[in-house]
């Protein structure tokens, strides 16, 4: 069974920053793809970013459109230990940001083909 714990929500500043986290456990973890998504209350799920393991050890990265340039998603294997820095944050950026693991290790930027969710953590950017 996996499971994951997403911290490092809060209350910033239009142009502040924020780093998320996403603590993960359980078998076989390490080959899981992993991402980002976030949500507003009333609208659909968004893709944010994914991290998905290739070959061997090496991890590819995307991006939603609306963040690229300004959020950096990174995994710490070691610590079984997802990221998300987030720069330049707008209120636009505002929502409940969810940590999503998927038994395919190849990236995908839907909702429905992850398997495991964190509970989420509440971002909220002013203006």
């Known amino acids: 069974q996996v499971q994951l714990v997403e911290s490092g929500g809060g209350l910033v500043q239009a142009g502040g920053s924020l780093g998320l986290s996403c603590a993960a456990s359980?078998?076989?973890?390490?080959?899981?793809?992993m991402a980002w998504f976030r949500q507003v209350r009333g609208q659909e799920r968004e893709f944010v970013a994914d991290v998905s393991r290739g070959v061997g050890n090496t991890y590819f990265k995307y991006y939603a459109d609306s963040v690229k340039g300004r959020f950096t998603i990174s995994r710490d294997n070691a610590k079984n230990t997802m990221y998300l820095q987030m720069n330049s944050l707008q209120p636009e950026d505002t929502a409940v940001y969810y940590c999503?693991?998927?038994?395919?290790?190849?990236?995908?930027?839907?909702?429905?083909?992850?398997?495991?969710w964190g509970q989420g953590t509440q971002v909220t950017v002013s203006s």
């Open positions: 999503a693991a998927r038994r395919d290790s190849r990236w995908s930027k839907l909702p429905s083909e992850y398997d495991y």
């Open positions: 359980g078998r076989g973890i390490s080959s899981y793809g």
